[in-house]
């Protein structure tokens, strides 16, 4: 990879196409590409300098990271070389309403929307996961200063192209195939149609970062990129509709997870007295 290009950190905001990009990144890093958690108490439930530590012990080869636990406002440092983050965000309404529908198809919870509701812990998520606070201002000023990219789910496959165009010479291949889908996807009309206003009133400052990212930060990286983004763009929807993104890799990938990885890395939180698995 490019010098400039040291250590590439994924953002992983729930419910977000991150699933979906995780893959592609594991397929075009392979061996070098981790999904991070911590690795002790003492980490709070974010990814620490510590942490990267112990997984380049485990993977000395690594170029590429991500997971849930990644913050870009903990400040992590590679050496000399400061890490550069790239994420995915999403409408938050729609990012809200899914998540929600995550906990009761995925997660089992039998919680009505009125409870969800009540969680704090869900108010500004995206806002939060980049700046530690509910700041839209603080999380625009580290997205401008901190990261290699940003995008928006529903203009997925920019954001690819994009990509690949910054990670040059890299040679990043951005086809995918959409994983962790919901499962009834219908659901959430009916709930956004009740009780859009209250969750735009708990997500005004995702809502303000949500609006920064799309019609400010991704206008100027299309500038950037020149005159032909937009051919660029109509050839990889095309060449991603007939084309199917290669499997062989992450099988591999697979196996050395569930061998090795996983195996190890569940072993050194458990000497920590922390649960083997998790995302935090």
Known sequence: MNSNHNMIAFVHIEKAAGTTLIHTLRRNFFMRYADVRPFSPASQGTFQENDLRTILKLNPWLKCFGGHSVRPHVGIRYGRRRIEYITVLRDPISRYVSQYQHWIEKKGKKITFRQFLDNQEFDNFQTRKIAGIES??????????????????????????????????????????????????????????????????????????????????????????????????????????????????????????????????????????????GSY
């Open 136 to 277: 839209a201002d603080q999380a625009m000023e580290m997205l401008s200063r901190q990261f290699l990219l940003c995008g928006v789910m529903e203009h997925f496959d920019a954001f690819l192209v994009l990509l690949k165009h910054k990670l040059k010479p890299f040679v990043f291949d951005p086809r995918y195939e959409i994983r962790n889908k919901a499962i009834e996807s219908g659901r959430a009309d009916p709930i956004i149609e009740r009780y859009e206003e209250e969750i735009r009133n708990r997500n005004l400052e995702d809502m303000r970062l949500f609006a920064y990212v799309r019609d400010v930060l991704l206008e100027k990286e299309k500038q950037k990129y020149g005159e032909h983004f937009q051919r660029d763009l109509a050839v990889f929807k095309i060449h991603n509709s007939i084309f199917p993104a290669p499997g062989g890799k992450l099988n591999i990938d697979y196996l050395m997870r569930k061998i090795y990885y996983e195996p190890l890395s569940g072993i050194i939180r458990r000497l920590h007295k922390i649960p083997a698995k």
